[in-house]
Each structure stands twice: as structure tokens, then as C-alpha cells.
């Protein structure tokens, strides 16, 4: 979401009766806002152009697919992207992994992002710029294999095991930029994520 459409999704959702977090949007109101319902029963968080939390992932322009939602790779990259992942974000990155394909597909409609398929170029272009944001994609993504071996689930399209090393192998094999290697080269010896500020729910 852009900053101009923010305004308007903050306008209508104050009109709606919805209400601000005014200390969380005050502090982080350029990059996310967050509302509870008028009944209190769900929240509401808007994303604006980007969302960070152990990393940052640009959404901008990411919303021009054929799809009413981010592409799958998006989606699935903003599960991955969390360095103290949770058991919920692991299973939801589960799901996705065992109910969608990997796409190597460079035609137009896959570029702007398929709603079926999990488009490999985006996690390309995205984790073989940053080490850090890689690095934690690819831990997260032994976490999810391990998962899937604990609670099977049933009937899935995809072989989540099969998957999994799928996307290692796209993450091990794309070309990366010399930030990364560079980045590579100190690894764990210094911090690679941020620790997200939670919002009480």
C-alpha cells in the first residue's frame, strides 16, 4: 500500500468506527499502522510500501498482479522473513509450500506475480541482495521441513520436503551481489535481524 493509499485506508477506517493504536502509529506510522475493531474482536494492520520486521521486504508495486492479493512469493517470504519465527508463521509457510508450485516461468503474467504458482525469480531478486534476510530464509526454511515431518498433512498437492530443498537449491544457485558476499564473509559475528516491536493483540 502506498502512502497515499494509507491515508485513505486510515480515513476509512476511522470512519468505520476502527481504533488507532496512537502510540504504535505515531512511532511507526510511515511504514505500518494498526487499528482494533469497533468491537474489539479483530485487528486490523496496514503495511505501507514496505514491511519490516527482522528485515525489510519492499512491497511497492507488488500488488499489480492478476491476483486481489500479495503474490504467493511475497507472502511467503513475509513468513520466512521472521528470525524468532513462531509455530503459527512456520505452518502458515507449510501450507502455502504444500498447496502451491515453484514457478521458474519468465513470461509477463508470472513476472507480475501468479496467483498459483510461487514465483522463484522474486526470491531471487530478493535474498541474493541481502545475506541477512537470505540467511534467515534459509534457517527458517529447515524449521518448516522439520514441521512437516512432525504433523504430516493430509492430501497436500506438494511434497513439502521436496519443496523446501526446491527453494534451497533456486537460494544456493542465484547469483549474489557483492553487498552479500561481503556480508557473507562476517556471518554471525555480527546481528543480520531486527527484533520486531509486537503489537498487543
Known amino acids: 500500500m502506498t502512502i497515499i493509499a494509507a491515508k485513505k485506508a486510515r480515513s476509512f477506517l476511522e470512519a468505520e468506527g476502527y481504533v488507532a493504536d496512537q502510540f504504535f502509529n505515531r512511532l511507526h506510522g510511515a511504514t505500518r499502522l494498526f487499528y482494533g475493531a469497533p468491537d474489539g474482536r479483530w485487528s486490523v494492520d496496514v503495511i505501507v510500501d514496505q514491511l519490516v520486521m527482522s528485515h525489510r521486504l519492499d512491497l511497492r508495486m507488488r500488488l499489480g498482479g492478476p491476483g486481489p492479493t500479495l503474490p504467493l512469493a511475497d507472502l511467503l517470504l513475509t513468513k520466512l522473513q521472521v528470525w524468532e519465527i513462531t ?16 514457478s521458474d516461468d519468465a513470461t509477463p503474467a508470472a513476472i507480475a506475480g501468479s496467483v498459483d504458482a510461487i514465483g522463484l525469480d522474486r526470491v531471487r531478486r530478493v535474498l541474493a541482495s541481502d545475506w541477512g534476510f537470505c ?65 498487543c493483540h
Open 87 to 102: 509455530r503459527k508463521d512456520l505452518g502458515d509457510a507449510l501450507c502455502v509450500l504444500a498447496d502451491h508450485p515453484l
Open 135 to 199: 540467511h534467515t530464509v534459509e534457517g527458517n526454511l529447515g524449521k518448516v521441513r522439520d514441521l512437516a515431518a512432525e504433523q504430516p498433512l493430509p492430501n497436500t498437492l506438494f511434497d513439502p520436503a521436496t519443496q523446501v530443498e526446491g527453494l534451497r537449491q533456486v537460494i544456493d544457485y542465484a547469483p549474489k551481489s557483492v553487498a552479500w558476499r561481503a556480508r557473507a564473509r562476517v556471518g554471525e559475528k555480527v546481528r543480520w535481524y531486527e527484533t520486531p516491536e509486537e503489537v
